[in-house]
C-alpha cells in the first residue's frame, strides 16, 4: 500500500488541492478543509517515513515546535493583517484574495524552512 501511495504521490496532492478550492470557492465548509489539510501532512509523512525513521526524538521534537510555532505565527499575521485590510474598505473578493494569497507565502516560507532545517539534521547524522 505504501508503494502505491508513493507511486502516485504527485496525483494524490493535486486531488487534494482540488477538492481543497473546490470546497474554498463554493462551499467554505470548515471541516472538508481540516479533512484535506490532515490528508496532506499524513501524505507527507508517508512519503518521508525513510529520513523520519533516520531523526533522533530531540530532532523531532525541536521540528514539531519549530512547526508548531510557525503555524501560530501565521495565524497571529494572518489576524494582524485583516485588521490591517479593514480601514482600506476592500470589496469582500479583492480581500479575500489578498488574504489566501498572505496566506500561501507565509506556508511557503515555513514549508522551505522546515525543508532546510530538515535537510540540514540528515546531512549532519
Known amino acids: 500500500m505504501l508503494k502505491q501511495i508513493d507511486e502516485f504521490y504527485m496525483h494524490i496532492m493535486i486531488m487534494l488541492l482540488v477538492i481543497y478550492l473546490v470546497n474554498f470557492a463554493y462551499f467554505g465548509e470548515v471541516t472538508i478543509t481540516f479533512t484535506v489539510i490532515a490528508l ?3 501524505l507527507e509523512v508517508i512519503k ?3 529520513h523520519i525513521k533516520q ?3 530531540a530532532q523531532l521534537s525541536i521540528i514539531g515546535v519549530v512547526l508548531l510555532a510557525g503555524i501560530a505565527s501565521i495565524i497571529y499575521l494572518f489576524v494582524l493583517f485583516r ?3 479593514d480601514p482600506f474598505s476592500l470589496s469582500s473578493t479583492l480581500e479575500h484574495v489578498l488574504l489566501l494569497a498572505f496566506v500561501l507565502i507565509c506556508f511557503y516560507a515555513l514549508i522551505r524552512f522546515i525543508k532546510n532545517l530538515f535537510g540540514r ?3 549532519n547524522k
Open 83 to 85: 485588521i490591517f485590510l
Open 40 to 42: 496532506a501532512i499524513i
Open 121 to 123: 539534521v540528515i546531512e
Open 55 to 57: 531523526l533522533t526524538y
Open 48 to 50: 518521508h517515513r525513510v
